[in-house]
């Protein structure tokens, strides 16, 4: 249901867009997480469906930002100042958290492949 693009091979400083196609029904809640070869799947942003409540983790707080196409029913995330410490495999989640799961895990039930972005020094 979900299918995640935009990835690539950066440079620090570019920026990227990452997009997400969503098909079926609207959700309560959007995140986008990455994960690091050995390391956990970390969150690193998200938001409700209108928009209205966002969150981002810190080391991205100012450089990225999660937004969502209605009409289309994508999911974006564009971000800026690239680091080396983002190069990560990134995806995308749709589904319905609660107030203290929006930034967790268990607070998607559906999940994108996945899309690589690798930010060269």
């Known amino acids: 249901q979900l299918q995640a693009s935009g990835g690539g091979l950066v440079q620090a400083g570019d920026s990227l867009r990452l997009t997400c196609v969503a098909s079926?029904?609207?959700?309560?809640?959007y995140a986008w997480f990455r994960q690091t070869p050995g390391k956990e799947r970390e969150f690193v942003a998200a938001?409700?469906?209108?928009?209205?409540?966002?969150y981002y983790t810190d080391s991205v707080k100012g450089r990225f930002s999660i937004f969502r196409d209605n009409l289309k029913n994508t999911l974006h995330l564009e971000m800026h100042t690239l680091k080396p410490e983002d190069t990560a495999v990134y995806y995308c989640?749709?589904?319905?958290?609660?107030?203290?799961?929006?930034?967790?895990?268990?607070?998607?039930?559906?999940w994108g492949q996945g899309t690589q972005v690798t930010v060269s020094s």
């Open positions: 079926g029904r609207t959700f309560g809640g």
């Open positions: 938001a409700n469906w209108r928009g209205s409540r966002k």
């Open positions: 989640a749709a589904g319905d958290p609660v107030t203290t799961t929006f930034t967790a895990s268990e607070g998607y039930k559906y």
